[in-house]
């Protein structure tokens, strides 16, 4: 019962303090914003109007300005000229102003060179016009303000046109709008930027097109919000958009802010309500974690405990205490705390086993590493031992019979015999050869490189082809590995000779991280490398480079030559 009580009371305070303070916030924040924003708004269309009034004036004032000019011309002249110069220095309408006959031929125009205005700018009621011009330096995008001078039954046109660009109209729009966050701007009726605080945005199309329309046809001011506008393409944020119209030109005068600006006192004092509902759901909540903190404290001391069992420290036991609820959740944890205990104690154990057992095992392949070491030292050097016998036997016994047989033959010349001799010589010089290739002196004596750079030069170069020869210092190395490269050396040249047929052979030998590398490179007429079976030879030069722990990669295509590259380690 005391438990049911206990949670039923946390609950339900919690519940009263959030519900309350919610709806406080609600309340205060929905009647200020409302307030705030129709205020905003009106302060809005008050500034535009006060804007509009001082447009308006400017244009009346170039209107009347137009009108006296146009009593006081007379017949075209300097005079005229003249006035009509001192018009344009003093009105808005300064690009140009000119007099026309009524078939618009050009009577009188200042600036004289200025082209002529468009036939259809001429008005029977006169008043401002649209948008015209091709925006070329020649005609410029321009509005014009025609006035009719009816004499008898002769009508002539006075008109002073404003090209939109640098217009007068855009400075007092930058000195109206104040700064970067206002954009203030003419439209006409089809909502086209005539003059702006910002340049770039002129000749622009604002959205809600139709609504400025009405607006303007009726003479009414109006306020909304857009996503976006033109005049601020670079911030994508919500602007509020003023519109009042002008009482002379069918203009309206638009004043843009984005919402963050124009309603930064509204969303202060929101800010300031969401404080204060803040502060009462924190009380609430103080309250009631105050009024429960004989539940809350039982808990952090479970939850310190489960924290150190998460971090593997089951040495300290859960202490058992509080209400039933809490001695529950300590009985279990404990439990669980022995478990684990238990569980870590023999994961240990068969941990150390593991490692143990794994040391002995690498302790085992590194003896028979070392031992496959040796015997391939041992196998190299038995190979490279039978060779020398061979060589010697060769040399010692089959070698030194032959000679004498040649000198036995040399003692009784005859015809019959003098092939008999031939044959014995090139048999002599093919079982030097044999001898030579067994065991050469060259590798004993200077080494590897010297034995490559000497077999090059004996076999491959007098075979006719063009030999490009590339040997780096080497560094000292283990006679194992200047034997295995050695023959494998040999069976390549030896496979250019008998069956590549290739005019071009390169030759490189260098070290590279730690490594021999041997690459071998002819344009001959190559082989499938994929579909050819390995025969003896590429066998037993693939067999030699392993017993040395290296690689061979062979790449040839048939017609295109063959590339061998040979990498053996430093290290055997």
Known sequence: MIQTTLRRRLLWLLLQSLVLSLAVVVILAVIANSALHRETERQRIDTARIMALAIDREFSDAAQGLARLADEIGEPGRSSSGRLRQYRFHSPFRAAVSLLDSAGGVLVSDPPDYPPPPAELISAAGGV???????????????????????????????????????????????????????????????????????????????????????????????????RSPMCPDEPRPVLTALVPLEGPPWGLVLQEHRVTAYAATDWLQRGVLATGLALVLGGLLLAITLSRSIISPLNKLSAHASRMRDQDLSIPVPISGDHEIRLLGETLEAMRKRLRNSLERLSAFNESLEAEVKSRTRRLAERDAERRVLVRRLLSAGEDERCRIARELHDETAQMLTAVQLTLDEEPAPNLDKARNMLVETQREIHRVIHDLRPSLLDDLGLRAAIRSHTETYLKPGGMEVSLEIEDLPSLDPAIEI????????????????????????????????????????????????????????????????????MVIDSEVGMGTHVVVEVPLQT
């Open 129 to 227: 016009t649209g948008l015209y011009g091709a925006g070329d330096s020649r005609r410029p995008i321009s509005i014009a303000l025609v006035h009719p001078i009816r004499k008898g039954s002769d009508v002539r046109y006075l008109i002073a046109e404003m090209a939109v660009r640098d217009s007068v109209f855009s400075e007092r729009m930058r000195e109206m709008s104040g700064g970067e966050e206002r954009h203030v701007a003419l439209v006409d009726r089809t909502a086209r930027i005539l003059a702006v605080s910002h340049d770039a945005y002129l000749l622009q199309q604002l959205s809600h097109d139709d609504d400025i329309a009405r607006a303007l046809d009726g003479q009414r001011p109006t306020v909304w919000n857009a996503v």
């Open 484 to 551: 295995s490269i050695f023959r494998v050396y040999q069976e390549l040249a030896t496979n250019i000779l008998r069956h590549a047929g290739a005019e071009h052979v390169s030759i490189e030998l260098f070290t590279r991280a730690e490594s021999l590398v041997l690459a071998v490179e002819d344009d001959g007429v190559g082989f499938n490398a994929k579909e050819r079976r390995a025969g003896a030879g590429i066998t037993g030069m693939r067999e030699r480079v392993g017993l040395v722990g290296g690689t």
